[in-house]
């Protein structure tokens, strides 16, 4: 590799580490827990990532290629050095269950809407059929219990299951918040590290962003977040609705006996998903805003002081 494009990523990689460090000093995590937990990804990622077509990578290529000590490999290999997130893995289900939910042919009606569902293990829109699906093997009935907790679902006077939101984003620092986190930095580094391998020559995925190099004031920036989170969130829901759309035109083809559900299960490729979100780098004079009646009265006030004096 070319010194200067080594130098620039390990540069990159700090503007990565530092809010994931951060965390991790916040939360109590050593730093050898960090590190070991590194050692697991570049392990998992020389094995899934760099394995010689039809060959296993041994423990010396691993060992060669990362690194790290034969020795680093071999506890891995023990399990020892899994890492400690593994048991957290499943904690993002509702979210999944949810985006299931809301873009299956057999879970929505007309124009994308999520149906009630019946509370029934089996049969056809049933929610059973849809943890089956999308959870994971998990139990039904402890499923459901969280997501009511959560407030996701709540029970008709019909005794159906009724999907409250469309978008379920968890409480602070529950497991799924966590793997939330760690999925969405997944999917958006996975895209930015795609779009610039040079190994590629197929076109490169959308990646935009907007931004304001001078900065806001306290009522502009409480302004722009509104209108982030509300055309931000009619923009998902269209994708949402188009995908939606796509999954009932083959379930009509499906039941018109025009297409084969094992072929359209086959011809399946890839999932797809987009995210947005909104970033704010804040400088040594930001105090939190509170809102904008609020910073509107204060400026009313303020006039009201200057026109008495």
Excluded: C
Aim: proline share 4%; hydrophobic share 35%; net charge negative.
């Amino acid at each position: 590799m070319d010194e200067h494009v080594r130098v620039a990523l390990l540069a990159a990689f700090r503007h990565v580490y530092r809010p994931l460090v951060r965390l991790a000093l916040r939360n109590g995590i050593s730093f050898k827990e960090y590190t070991d937990d590194i050692k697991a990804v570049f392990i998992e990622s020389a094995r899934e990532d760099f394995a010689p077509p039809g060959q296993d990578m041994s423990r010396n290529r691993v060992a060669i290629l990362t690194g790290l000590t034969r020795y680093d490999v071999d506890y891995y290999d023990e399990g020892e050095g899994a890492g400690f997130g593994s048991q957290y893995v499943r904690a993002g289900l509702i979210s999944r269950i949810i985006e299931g939910w809301t873009s299956d042919g057999d879970f929505t009606g007309p124009y994308g809407i999520p149906l009630e569902l019946k509370p029934e293990l089996v049969g056809p829109s049933g929610f059973g059929l849809l943890v089956r699906r999308y959870g994971e093997n998990f139990e039904e009935d402890l499923l459901l219990s969280e997501m009511r907790r959560v407030g996701a679902v709540e029970i008709t006077k019909k005794g159906r299951i009724r999907l409250r939101s469309r978008s379920f984003i968890a409480a602070k620092f529950r497991p799924a918040t966590i793997d939330r986190m760690g999925r969405t930095l997944a999917d958006f580094a996975e895209t930015l590290e795609y779009n610039i391998d040079p190994d590629f020559t197929k076109p490169t995925r959308f990646e935009r962003r907007v931004y304001t190099p001078d900065g806001l004031d306290a009522v502009t920036l409480l302004k722009f977040r509104e209108l982030v989170k509300e055309l931000g969130q009619d923009f998902l829901e269209k994708l949402d609705n188009w995908l939606a759309e796509q999954e009932q035109e083959e379930e009509r083809r499906i039941q018109n006996r025009l297409l084969d559900p094992e072929l359209r299960d086959a011809s399946r490729i890839a999932k797809v998903g987009v995210g947005v979100f909104m970033f704010e780098h804040h400088n040594e004079n930001f105090v939190e805003p509170f809102t904008i009646k609020e910073l509107d009265d204060g400026e009313h006030d303020n006039d009201a002081k200057e026109d008495a004096i």
